[in-house]
């Protein structure tokens, strides 16, 4: 048998077992009530000039503010980041990083902003194997060894610098205020803290603040208070992020990590010398439009741009959102994109990713040949777009949802999408001054290579960057921008952003028709289909084409915005407690 040969049968059953793991932990996350038995008639909201939209009513109304300030979309992002670190701190934090794709319109430039934990230097390959063998889900994330360097707060730093228009100090006091004054916890918020109740009790100083003298979550309406949180951001709104990547702050992240039950290894001179980057966009074409996202670490645009210039050779805007041929079509698209995606993503300062050549539209087309008219590939073995599967090795990594996602547009026509991160529900559970540590590191491949020694290309190695999912991107139209979309939801994002471009760009729904359209798509094992939805009715006739169909929860949280001849319309998923604001016409 060929290397290549081997290589491929030995891997499908490799990214099956990965993709079984994520369908099971993508659950997780509880549906917003209003959409339990079915989805809402939530429009979508009209203005000009400028919006945001977020996850949470209260950062959407903090970074509204900031721009009827004068503020930039960086300004606003920012501001509404830090409330929502507050207020849905289950998804993202200080303790997290993101990606921030940002749209100057005086120069219309386009720039990634790359705030990405990084492994401590002391990490080694084989961080969470134990006897040769992956560690139990659960074990891996609610562990100090999951604990990557935070970058969110110097991502921040570095958008500002070069994009932001008001003082660094002001665009901290919403949060502040919050904090000091307290808020009330929503719906979503007492769910959150109900579902992960015993692993949050686990953690003393969690406890403390997410449960009751009796250990039991907080009740909806409870003002919730964060004087720990308010000290912190006060002390960077002053000083600047060393304030909290150097001295005591940064030494309690330390000490916290490194006194957790299971220990690990983070340093005080990880945080010092943690740096955000600046990246170029990854870009690719899709009908008329040219759209552009986060480059690898993250794998999120990349694979969405992979499955629309797959999907590009059928005809989508012909079949519609109810179509089960769409469906089918998308789902084996999507199998195609995460399989290559399980090869060849990882952090480009430690290897090799074949972004060209993954987009190439000779190669798109001869994977989108693979997909049959009347019936399912089933798991889908990765391409070989730059002769490097024999050098690679399948990853097995476990992407969790707990993130959020931002969309604003200023009055300076300034366009921003913005994913940011902790990773699974409250992170590593570890609580320090008033913020959850993530849990990024588990996005590693649990394993580093495979039987014959090919490494994997996201395996982990000290200063590198996990992969991510998150898909944060900016759509173009006649070289203007037209549309800025994004979502959490773990290894499931890239989907989500799929189907919402779809809507947009090939059923010519609204922005928020487009973001409620049933969740649905392959990660390259089951067909999913997201539960209580029109789609379930679809099960049968996919079967009937040789899907495995699993019907499952999708908790997504995409937000957007539209940019048409001078009007924005924007929306926000009613899976979640999103608000949309932007200038009354």
């Keep these: 048998m060929s290397i290549r040969k081997s290589i491929l049968a030995g891997c499908a059953a490799a990214l099956s077992s990965a993709a079984v793991a994520q369908v099971a932990v993508d659950t997780h996350e509880n549906l917003n009530p209003e959409i339990a038995s079915g989805y809402t008639t939530r429009q979508a909201v009209t203005g000009r000039d400028l919006m945001v939209a977020t996850a949470n009513p209260l950062a959407t109304q903090a970074g509204y503010r900031i721009l009827q300030k004068g503020g930039s979309a960086v300004d606003a992002a920012i501001a509404a980041q830090l409330v929502l670190g507050l207020t849905e701190p289950q998804s993202s934090g200080i303790g997290g990083g993101g990606f921030l794709v940002h749209y100057a319109a005086a120069n219309r430039q386009l720039r990634v902003y790359d705030s990405r934990e990084t492994a401590p230097a002391a990490a080694r390959p084989d961080r969470f194997l134990r006897d040769g063998k992956p560690l139990p889900f659960a074990q891996a994330v609610n562990n100090g060894l999951s604990v990557g360097t935070p970058g969110l707060l110097r991502g921040l730093e570095l958008a500002h610098r070069q994009q932001g228009k008001l003082p660094w100090r002001s665009l901290f006091q919403p949060a502040i205020e919050l904090a000091t004054q307290g808020f009330a916890v929503s719906p979503r918020l007492h769910a959150q803290i109900k579902e992960s109740r015993d692993a949050l009790a686990a953690q003393p100083a969690a406890a403390r603040y997410f449960l009751d003298a009796a250990g039991n979550p907080w009740p909806v309406g409870h003002v919730l208070k964060n004087p720990d949180y308010a000290a912190v951001l006060s002390r960077v709104a002053d000083k600047g992020p ?113 972004v060209q050549a993954m987009l190439n539209p000779a190669y798109l087309a001869e994977r989108a040949a693979l997909v049959h008219l009347d019936r399912s590939m089933g798991t889908a073995l990765p391409g070989d777009p730059a002769k490097l599967l ?57 394993s580093f290579q495979d039987p014959e020694g090919r490494l994997v290309a996201n395996r982990v190695q000290p200063g590198k960057r996990p992969r991510s999912s998150m898909a944060p991107m900016i759509v173009f139209r006649d070289g203007q921008p037209y549309m800025a979309v994004g979502s959490p939801g773990g290894s499931a994002i890239i989907n989500y952003v799929a189907k919402t471009l779809v809507g947009v760009l090939d059923w010519n729904l609204d922005i928020q028709q487009a973001i409620a359209l049933p969740n649905m798509g392959s990660r390259n094992q089951a067909t999913e289909l997201e539960q209580g939805t029109a789609l379930v009715e679809m099960a049968p006739l996919l079967r009937a084409k040789g899907h495995e169909v699993k019907l499952t929860d999708f908790p997504s949280g995409i937000q957007g915005i539209v940019m ?14 999103g608000l949309v604001l932007g200038e009354k016409n």
């Excluded at 179509?323 to 089918?328: C, D, K, P, T, Y």
């Design 564 to 577: 048409d001849r001078g009007v924005l319309t924007g929306g926000a998923d009613p899976r979640r407690e």
């Design 242 to 354: 060393d304030a909290f990547y150097h001295g005591d702050i940064a030494r309690d992240i330390v000490a916290a990590v490194r006194s957790h039950a299971s220990p690990g290894d983070l340093s005080v001179a990880d945080l010092a010398g943690y740096r955000a980057r600046v990246r170029e966009a990854v870009c690719g074409n899709y009908r008329e439009y040219r759209l552009c996202g986060a480059p690898p670490p993250s794998s999120g645009p990349l694979a969405v741009l992979q499955m629309l210039g797959i999907l590009q050779h059928f005809p989508m805007s012909q079949l519609g959102p109810n179509s089960v041929q769409a469906v089918h079509y998308f789902a084996e698209a999507g199998r195609l994109a995460y399989a290559d995606r399980g090869f060849y993503v990882g952090d480009p300062e430690f290897v090799r990713v074949p």
């Design 390 to 446: 024999s050098q690679r090795a399948p990853d097995d990594a476990l992407e969790l949802p707990s993130t959020t996602h931002v969309v604003v547009v200023d009055a300076q026509g300034n366009v921003l999408s913005m994913t940011n991160t902790i990773e699974s529900a409250f992170g590593s559970k570890i609580f320090v001054r008033g913020f959850l540590l993530n849990n990024e590191l588990t996005d590693f491949s649990m």
